[in-house]
Structures are given as structure tokens and as C-alpha cells.
């Protein structure tokens, strides 16, 4: 079994930044890639950013250039940072990490942290 604990959403005003985090416990082995996914009032989940085992990022371009996807060495905490926050960027942030690959992957998540955005 495997736990991801988010931490670090808050309310902010535009233009302000947060970090955060998210904590992997458990069984964890084969990871494929860890990320961030948002989930705005009325909207469907949505990929934030994601970075692989070997350290490729991707990031939706709506926040290209604002936020940054990092991880720690033993890829059992990975973080965002997120810089000129809008208040578009207001939702509930979910943390993932995909183990396996292809037909054998598994997505584990987190039970997410609020960001709130204020104009």
C-alpha cells in the first residue's frame, strides 16, 4: 500500500507563491513518474506538472514559466513551486505517483490540498 500526504495550500493573494508537498510512504518501488494534477470548482481534473523516475519535466502550458516541479533524492517527497499565482490557479491540488509501467502501472494519490487564489 502506499500514502501520499500533501501539504502547503493555503490562500494567497495574486501574485504570491506557495509551496507544496507531498510525502510517499508504503510500498513504494518502480516509479514511473510523480506529478500534480488540479481540480478547479466545476472542472475536471487536470495535469499541473509531472516529473519522471529520470528526471524529465512536462508542465501545462497554462503554467509554463510560473511553476516548478522538483523532487527529492530518494523520490519519496516531491514538491511544487508556485510563483505569480492567478486566481485561475484556485483548486484543490492533488498529488500522484504512477508505479509500473504500460499495462502493469498503477496511479496512487493523494486526498489533496486546497489553493485558494484571491484577486
Known amino acids: 500500500q502506499v500514502q501520499l500526504v500533501e501539504s502547503g495550500g493555503g490562500l494567497v493573494q495574486a501574485g504570491g507563491s506557495l509551496r507544496l508537498s507531498c510525502a510517499a510512504s508504503?510500498?513504494?518501488?518502480?516509479?514511473?513518474?510523480m506529478g500534480w494534477y488540479r481540480q478547479g470548482p466545476g472542472k475536471q481534473r487536470e495535469l499541473v506538472a509531472t516529473i519522471t523516475s529520470d528526471g524529465n519535466t512536462n508542465y501545462a502550458d497554462s503554467v509554463k514559466g510560473r511553476f516548478t516541479i522538483s523532487r527529492d533524492n530518494t523520490k519519496t517527497t516531491v514538491y511544487l513551486q508556485m510563483n505569480s499565482l492567478k486566481p485561475e490557479d484556485t483548486a484543490v491540488y492533488y498529488c500522484n505517483y504512477r508505479m509500473g509501467w504500460g499495462g502493469y502501472s498503477r496511479d496512487y494519490w493523494g486526498q489533496g490540498t486546497q489553493v485558494t487564489v484571491s484577486s
Open positions: 508504503g510500498n513504494i518501488f518502480n516509479i514511473n513518474a
